[in-house]
């Protein structure tokens, strides 16, 4: 349910997102989902990897700035309307959501989201029966 994902944090100039992806490659650590967001003096890479234990300590090994938070990951209908019904669902309980990326498989949305209120947010999705994705399948994507 509750997921770690890795913030690395990177100068804008080329070449560090390269870097890091070799880093994963050689300790055989695969990224599965990501997004960057930049302004312009650094980048944040957030990604969910196949070990973000291994992947954590890799990266500060090699002067990387990285960070772990907890995320959490559901399954949607990859149609028109289905992230957004679930969108209602957390908006009308007052949970916000600070950032999220999502990816689609086919007939399926995965979306990781992170939530300002974890606790709130997972009581929410459970009640209105969403699929909720185990850390160990959203690390396995």
Same mark, same amino acid.
């Given at each position: 349910m509750?997921?770690?994902?890795l ?17 994963l490659a050689?300790e055989?650590?695969n %990224?599965?989902?990501l ?9 944040? %890479?957030?990604g969910?990897v ?7 300590k890799?990266l500060?090994e090699?002067?990387?700035a990285?960070?772990?938070t907890d995320?959490?990951g ?8 289905a992230l957004?019904?679930?969108?209602r669902f957390l908006s009308?309980?007052?949970v916000?959501?600070e950032?999220?990326y ?8 995965n979306v990781v989201i992170?939530?300002?209120?974890m606790?709130n947010?997972?009581?929410? %999705?459970t009640e209105?029966k969403?699929? %909720?994705?185990?850390a160990?399948d959203?690390?396995r994507?």
């Amino acid at each position: 349910m509750v997921a770690k994902q890795l913030s690395i944090f990177l100068e804008n100039k080329s070449g560090r997102l390269t870097e890091v992806t070799e880093v994963l490659a050689k300790e055989n650590i695969n %990224l599965s989902a990501l997004c960057i967001a930049e302004n312009a003096d650094f980048g944040i %890479l957030r990604g969910i990897v196949s070990d973000p234990d291994r992947a954590y300590k890799a990266l500060k090994e090699n002067h990387f700035a990285v960070n772990v938070t907890d995320v959490v990951g559901i399954s949607c209908p990859n149609v028109p309307g289905a992230l957004a019904k679930v969108l209602r669902f957390l908006s009308d309980e007052g949970v916000f959501i600070e950032y999220m990326y999502s990816f689609a498989n086919n007939n399926t949305a995965n979306v990781v989201i992170r939530p300002n209120d974890m606790e709130n947010c997972i009581r929410v %999705l459970t009640e209105k029966k969403v699929d %909720l994705l185990a850390a160990s399948d959203l690390y396995r994507l």
